[in-house]
């Protein structure tokens, strides 16, 4: 079983940064696909980032392609979320995922969540 914690998420004005990080419990964080997800009121989760267990795979919304990198470290049991150029729209909570399966960015194949970290862009 894994545990997650996220943390990194605040208010930022429009066209600025912010890192997400997710820190995992367990010894065998890398042996699981991890996603970052996000969710705005009165809105379904969506997909924002997934990243394999070596990082040789990568997925991305478009939504934030170019604008987001997500990144992991196995021996420090973390994933990163890179939030550059942010808008309003990518005001959400924020949630890192982990799968037992494959890179996906299906969040029903996710089986750990985390509790979630509020990211505010204001314009």
């Known amino acids: 079983q894994v545990q997650l914690v996220e943390s990194g998420g605040g208010l930022v004005q429009a066209g600025g940064s912010l890192r997400l990080s997710c820190a995992a419990s367990?010894?065998?964080?890398?042996?699981?696909?991890m996603g970052w997800f996000r969710q705005a009121p009165g809105k379904e989760r969506e997909f924002v980032a997934a990243?394999?267990?070596?990082?040789?795979?990568?997925y991305y919304a478009d939504s934030v392609k170019g604008r987001f990198t997500i990144s992991r470290d196995n021996a420090k049991n973390t994933v990163s979320l890179q939030m550059n150029s942010l808008k309003p729209e990518d005001t959400a909570v924020y949630y890192c995922?982990?799968?037992?399966?494959?890179?996906?960015?299906?969040?029903?194949?996710?089986?750990?969540w985390g509790q979630g970290t509020q990211v505010t862009v204001s314009s």
């Open positions: 990243i394999g267990r070596s990082s040789l795979t990568i």
């Open positions: 367990g010894r065998t964080f890398s042996s699981y696909p």
């Open positions: 995922a982990a799968t037992s399966t494959v890179t996906t960015i299906n969040p029903g194949a996710y089986q750990y």
